[in-house]
Nanobody, 118 residues
């Protein structure tokens, strides 16, 4: 059981990226899923979340209006569309399955690096 993030890269300010999160060994649609990020020397920061129904989404104020979280139930994937990227968005982005305590809580992958620089 694990998740795998992909889609990161080096972009210039104002550009866009779409991150993908693939589930392995479980069905994403049963769980709430979050994206979080960690910049060098900083604590892990929650960025966005989506409920199992796929209709309810939540965003940190710093990304609201620029980032969109979504899920594709058929493909068992969760995405983070990031528009109008800023240098301060530079971080390792992690996808997390929000499991129960019995399931070990939040299951994160290895992350995908996003670097925003001119």
């Amino acid at each position: 059981v694990h998740v795998v993030e992909s889609g990161g890269g080096l972009v210039q300010p104002g550009e866009s990226l779409r991150l993908s999160c693939a589930a392995s060994g479980f069905t994403f649609s049963r769980y709430a899923v979050r994206w979080a990020r960690q910049a060098p020397g900083k604590a892990l920061e929650w960025v966005a979340g989506i409920f199992p129904d796929g209709d309810r989404t939540f965003y940190a104020d710093v990304v609201k209006g620029r980032f969109t979280i979504s899920r594709d139930t058929e493909k068992n994937m969760v995405y983070l569309q990031m528009n109008n990227l800023r240098p301060e968005d530079t971080a390792l982005y992690l996808c997390g399955r929000e499991g129960s305590p019995a399931e070990g809580g939040i299951l994160y992958g290895q992350g995908t690096q996003v670097t925003v620089s001119s």
